[in-house]
């Protein structure tokens, strides 16, 4: 879409946004996103949020956008865990 919040974001813990370039989107399909992250980023939490105006073979005039946690650097171990650890 045209409008400039479409594309992707990761936010940190603290607030901070970093909007991916178009060439970070290595696949970009209807069922499957594939991107680069930016090797500046830190370990930790992030929130990962798509935003676009495709739906469905059409352009939509209002943008949306789906979002989920993810962790650069792997996640934390949870201490209190009671799944078993793979290694």
Do not use: H
Not at 6 to 15: A, E, I, N, P
Not at 47 to 70: C, D, E, N, W
């Amino acid at each position: 879409g045209d409008n400039e919040a479409v594309g992707v974001t990761l936010t940190d813990s603290d607030g901070k946004v970093t909007k991916l370039d178009d060439d970070m989107i290595t696949t970009n399909l209807p069922s499957e996103l594939t991107l680069l992250i930016p090797a500046e980023l830190t370990a930790g939490e992030y929130t990962l949020t798509v935003t676009t105006q495709f739906s469905t073979g059409a352009m939509l005039k209002t943008p949306r956008s789906t979002s989920t946690t993810i962790w650069i650097g792997g996640k934390p171990k949870d201490e209190e865990s009671d799944r078993p650890e793979i290694e």
